[in-house]
């Protein structure tokens, strides 16, 4: 077993290590950026409706409507022809979301990373062509011949898959980052008022953590600095109105609940209250079921 192992790492590095990729990889990349050109597709393809990466939920269906069909082609006999084939088709039109949420999370790889990637959706690919082309022999009545293509297609998901895990599992690759908090529900001095510029972040660390703190309009705002994404310095970021922006892959955060705005984070940045004590800026962090004030701007509190 452990031969096996290292022979399958040996694979993998000489993937990583294989610059020929980055031509397909150049290619790749503007396409990946036009899927998630507008904010409103970069969010959902992210997961953040759903506070998840989503390219991970998605692959369930492709792969298990096409395990199924394998099932039902081994074990189901003739009667099972008709369910087998269905299955094939919803696993071909379940793959075509799964690919696009997979290249919005590729297109923030580098490397050996971004090599792999190209490889894994290389095999996803061949996977995808073989099932279409399983599909419409069984509609032509050569169920053999589509049994054949589903099983190979198998295959090339599987390994395919494999590199996904490799990705995800080794390299951390769609892990959201470790993001540290003020925990301590005691107020924190966080900087003095005239330290803050309108429209322009401001970090600072309290109690071992981040913090970025932005006035805009009158009102300070506070958040956890390290990007739930990939734990990018927000307040290195860029400030647009009521949105702070990432500098490294460009997620957006509302800045008075955390929310995003766009993708690729999928989380929430976790937010503060704030207040003004003298020239003094302190922080509290808000557990969930709190109520949220600031009370720089004596607004009607929120619950977050």
């Not at 290292?6 to 990946?32: F, Q």
């Not at 969010?43 to 394998?70: E, K, N, Y």
């Not at 071909?92 to 923030?108: F, I, K, N």
């Not at 808000?286 to 929120?302: S, W, Y």
Request: charged content about 20%; hydrophobic content about 45%; aromatic content about 4%.
């Amino acid at each position: 077993m452990n031969d096996l192992s290292s022979y399958m790492d040996k694979i993998v590095e000489r993937i990583e290590t294989t610059g020929v990729l980055d031509a397909p990889a150049a290619l790749l990349e503007p396409v990946a950026k036009r899927i998630t050109r507008s904010d409103a597709a970069s969010r959902v393809l992210s997961g953040a409706p759903i506070g998840h990466r989503l390219h991970p939920l998605l692959t369930d269906l492709p792969i298990g409507a096409w395990t199924s069909a394998a099932a039902l082609d081994l074990l189901g006999g003739r009667a099972a022809r008709p369910a087998a084939r269905r299955l094939v088709a919803l696993g071909v039109l379940a793959a075509v979301p799964t690919a696009l949420s997979g290249a919005a999370d590729w297109q923030h790889t580098r490397e050996g990373d971004r090599r792999v990637g190209v490889v894994h959706a290389a095999a996803n690919s061949v996977g995808l062509l073989l099932q279409v082309a399983s599909w419409s022999a069984r509609r032509r009545g050569h169920f053999f011949r589509g049994k054949v293509l589903s099983a190979a297609a198998l295959g090339a998901v599987g390994a395919g898959g494999y590199l996904g895990g490799h990705l995800v599992f080794r390299r951390g690759v769609g892990v959201d980052a470790d993001v540290p908090v003020v925990d301590n529900p005691a107020w924190h001095v966080a900087c003095r008022a005239d330290e803050l510029v309108d429209g322009h972040p401001h970090g600072v660390d309290v109690d071992g953590a981040r913090v970025v703190l932005v006035r805009d309009l009158g009102r300070v705002y506070a958040l956890a600095a390290t990007c739930s994404h990939a734990g990018g310095p927000l307040d290195e970021g860029y400030v647009d109105g009521s949105v702070i922006e990432c500098p490294w892959h460009n997620s957006k955060f509302r800045l008075d609940d955390g929310a995003v705005v766009r993708g690729p984070a999928a989380c929430p940045q976790p937010v503060y209250q704030t207040r003004l004590r003298g020239d003094i800026v302190e922080i509290r962090h808000a557990h969930e079921g709190e109520i949220l004030v600031d009370v720089t701007q004596h607004d009607t509190p929120t619950v977050v």
